[in-house]
């Protein structure tokens, strides 16, 4: 089962601050992805990744940026944070290989913006 | 309109009870993965399936993309299948899931 992990687990921000989201996989899994999930909802999908030095938008990138800098990382940015952006953020990452995209995902990021 | 869209939103079973919860899709679905986030909010992986049906314990999904929908049946609920029941489609565009509002369940003794 694909190992995801992300840093930090929590963070509190200024609003106008710069926040960095980190995830990590151990699985070699091609693609990768940042969802966020704000309470009492699904996830959307923010940005996601399917080769290192490359990412696509997703389906709400407005207000984020992301990084894919190996195989195995993924970041998330907040250049400018802001008060709609405090939600609980989600990696995931699937291995596209067999075209089957089996989504697993990190335990969660829980962002405050004041 | 929701592309994906679950029922119930919440529902309340007694333990040991048997209960179906369900996905309808507005988009062309080629798969549909189901998740449960427990009270401290991780997700966990349930079924990947194709079109078909899929049995784990006392878990059972089926997945019909003919007629856009898919269904998790719990059977003898437990205490700890309490959490907030997720199903996501993929479509055609293969890697990207479209998630559903969820299912909040309570199994009470």
């Known amino acids: 089962e694909a190992a995801v992990t992300q840093s930090p687990r929590s963070k509190v921000a200024v609003t106008g601050g710069k926040v960095t989201l980190s995830c990590h996989q151990t699985?070699?899994?091609?693609?990768m992805y940042w969802y966020r999930q704000d309470t009492g909802h699904g996830l959307r999908l923010i940005h996601y990744?399917?080769?290192?030095?490359?990412?696509e938008k997703g389906d709400i990138p407005d207000g984020y940026k992301a990084s894919r800098p190996s195989q195995e990382n993924f970041s998330l940015i907040l250049e400018l944070a802001s008060l709609s952006q405090t939600a609980v953020y989600f990696c995931?990452?699937?291995?596209?290989?067999?075209?089957?995209?089996?989504?697993?995902f990190g335990p969660g990021t829980r962002l405050t913006v004041l | 309109g929701d592309k994906v869209k679950q029922s119930p939103s919440a529902l309340s079973l007694q333990e040991g009870t048997n209960s179906a919860l369900r996905c309808n899709f507005s988009?062309?679905?080629?798969?549909v993965q189901w998740f449960l986030q427990n009270p401290r909010g991780s997700l966990m992986n349930l079924f990947y399936?194709?079109?078909g049906t899929k049995e784990n314990g006392r878990l059972k999904s089926a997945f019909d993309s003919k007629e856009s929908y898919s269904t998790l049946h719990i059977r003898d609920a437990q205490l700890e299948d309490s959490g907030t029941y997720f199903c996501a489609a993929e479509s055609n565009m293969g890697y990207k899931l479209t998630f559903g509002t969820g299912t909040s369940l309570l199994v009470d003794p």
């Open positions: 995931a990452s699937s291995d596209a290989g067999t075209g089957a995209y089996e989504q697993y």
């Open positions: 399936l194709v079109p």
């Open positions: 988009i062309a679905a080629t798969t």
């Open positions: 699985n070699n899994h091609d693609y």
């Open positions: 990744s399917y080769v290192a030095d490359s990412t």
